[in-house]
Nanobody, 124 residues
C-alpha cells in the first residue's frame, strides 16, 4: 500500500510558475516505484502529464507540457515534484500524483495508487 499526498497547488497568473510536490509513504521502497502526474480539467477526462521511472532512465511528458514542465524525484525524501513554468489558462486542472510498479502501466493511465489531487488555477 502506498499513500500519496500532493501539495503546492494554487492560483497563478498566466506566464507564472508553480511547483507541485507529492510525498509518498508506505511499506514498499519509494525508489522502486514509477511516479507520475495526471490532471483533470472541468468537464474533461483525466490526462497524463509526466512520469519518471524508478530507474531514472524513463521520463515522459505530454506534448502539451513538454518544454514547460519538469518532473523530478528525490528518493531520499520519498517525494516527486512537478515544476510548472510558463503556465497557461488551459493548464487549469486538478493535478493528481500517481504511482505504480510499472512505468508503462502508469503512463497509460492505469496506475495502482493515486493522491487526492491539488487544484491549479491559471488566470489570464
Amino acid at each position: 500500500q502506498v499513500q500519496l499526498v500532493e501539495s503546492g497547488g494554487g492560483l497563478v497568473q498566466a506566464g507564472g510558475s508553480l511547483r507541485l510536490s507529492c510525498a509518498a509513504s508506505g511499506r514498499r521502497t519509494f525508489s522502486t516505484y514509477a511516479m507520475g502526474w495526471f490532471r483533470q480539467a472541468p468537464g474533461k477526462e483525466r490526462e497524463f502529464v509526466a512520469a519518471f521511472g524508478w530507474n531514472g532512465f524513463s521520463t515522459g511528458y505530454a506534448a502539451s507540457v513538454k518544454g514547460r514542465f519538469t518532473i523530478s524525484r528525490d528518493n531520499a525524501k520519498n517525494t516527486v515534484y512537478l515544476q510548472m513554468n510558463s503556465l497557461k489558462p488551459e493548464d487549469t486542472a486538478v493535478y493528481y500524483c500517481a504511482a505504480d510498479a510499472g512505468y508503462n502501466t502508469l503512463v497509460t493511465g492505469g496506475p495502482h495508487y493515486w493522491g487526492q489531487g491539488t487544484q491549479v488555477t491559471v488566470s489570464s
